[in-house]
């Protein structure tokens, strides 16, 4: 079942107590938030996302660090000034440090994670997505470590980005980070959330979608950044969003998850990863507020 978007939601006075205690105004970049960390392969999709981490790190006001993982001691002796030369060279960047770890891709990432106190992580994008190592880590950082975590694509001209959400979290974690994200890249947002369809849901169709549609416009009015949200209904949550992506040209993508405990992925996470896989554009899953993470704003 194909997605239908509704129209661009027209603007109310109507202002709820609980979209102000959602504080989406934007704060001031704490100065001690930890780095920015960009796990790279020394490739096209890590040149892609070395050059994506470069222009979070400059709107954030964060320092970039870069890591390469190789598997034995032999070809990490020369591999630091390569890596130093390939982020000059091909991504153009000149991160601030950049590190060269023997080992798994996820145990180096992770470890090296903890060691800097990084407050977001990128990795390569979809191209990247085939290989098991990238989604290990990628699942890894976001179910365990509850960081913001980039999967880079090459920017689109719009630089727009589409911020996705079920308005359960209170904190809407989501709309805030695009917020802060839109405020320092001077770019839109619009906002998207989907309504399921499907008969078990039924009992909710006259009272619900009301309260969605003036809930997105109060949304709509709290931030100047925020300039529409649109209204999907579908039984898959994720061809919602990448409907409306596709359709408007966005740059990227903003969705929350959960973290989850006993090992176990969340429904959000594998939403994520779905989008991921399809998305041919950037995707940044943020941790929702019961994860307790490092944020966009703050560090350790």
Not at 87 to 100: G, L, M, T
């Amino acid at each position: 079942m194909h997605p239908s978007p509704s129209p661009a939601l027209s603007l109310s006075n109507h202002r709820t107590a609980a979209l102000q205690a959602a504080a989406l105004q934007v704060a001031t970049v704490d100065s001690r938030g930890g780095p920015l960390l960009a796990a790279v392969r020394m490739d096209t999709a890590g040149a892609v996302a070395l050059r994506r981490a470069g222009e979070f790190a400059a709107a954030l006001s964060r320092p970039l660090c870069v890591v390469h993982v190789v598997e034995r001691q032999a070809l990490a002796a020369d591999s630091l000034t390569k890596l130093r030369r390939w982020a000059h060279d091909v991504a153009r960047v000149d991160p601030w440090r950049a590190y060269v770890r023997v080992g798994t891709p996820l145990a180096a990432t992770l470890g090296l994670i903890d060691e800097l106190g990084a407050s977001m992580v990128v990795v390569g994008g979809r191209s990247s997505w085939r290989r098991p190592t990238h989604r290990f880590v990628w699942t890894a950082v976001a179910r365990e470590r509850g960081l913001p975590i980039l999967s880079a694509c090459r920017r689109h001209k719009t630089g727009r980005i589409l911020a996705a959400t079920d308005l359960r979290d209170t904190k809407l974690p989501a709309v805030t980070a695009a917020a802060r994200l839109a405020a320092r890249l001077s770019v839109d947002v619009t906002l998207v959330h989907n309504e399921d369809p499907s008969p078990q849901y039924s009992w909710q169709a006259q009272r619900l979608p009301l309260a969605r549609r003036r809930t997105l416009i109060d949304l709509v009015r709290s931030q100047k950044a925020i300039i529409r949200a649109v209204l999907t209904r579908t039984s898959a949550v994720d061809e919602g969003i990448l409907s409306t992506a596709r359709g408007r040209d966005f740059d990227l993508i903003v969705l929350a998850a959960h973290s989850s405990s006993r090992g176990h992925t969340s429904r959000p996470l594998r939403t994520a990863d779905r989008i991921v896989a399809r998305a041919h554009r950037s995707v940044l899953v943020v941790p929702a507020e019961s994860a307790k993470p490092r944020t966009l704003e703050k560090g350790r």
